[in-house]
């Protein structure tokens, strides 16, 4: 016969013990959710920055001619950026997967 603890009574050392998160299991949704919290607060920091330079700038770029608030302009610069960085980081995804294809 085993004796029973009371309750309230603290575990025996060297048992499964369970602590605050341990056993939560991590996934793709979870990820996803952290991930849609980001964004969010992301979007609102980049909305109050354009609510907060609404100052017009003229632009001039070639032959066109732009009048936008400045905050506009920046977020424009940045998609600009992401973009280009996306098009460079995709081409070199595809010379490494062509020298691994021939490596094979």
Known sequence: MTA??????????GKDTKHKGQGVLKTRAGYAWVGLVAAAILGI??????LQNLEQ???QMFTWQWNLPIGVLVLL???MGAL???????YRILQ????????K
């Open 4 to 13: 029973v603890p009371a309750s309230g009574a603290e575990p025996t050392p």
């Open 45 to 50: 920091v980049v909305l109050v920055f354009i």
């Open 57 to 59: 700038a003229h632009v």
């Open 77 to 79: 610069a940045v998609i």
């Open 84 to 90: 280009v960085t996306a098009l460079v980081g995709g």
């Open 96 to 103: 490494l997967r062509r020298a691994a294809k021939k490596a």
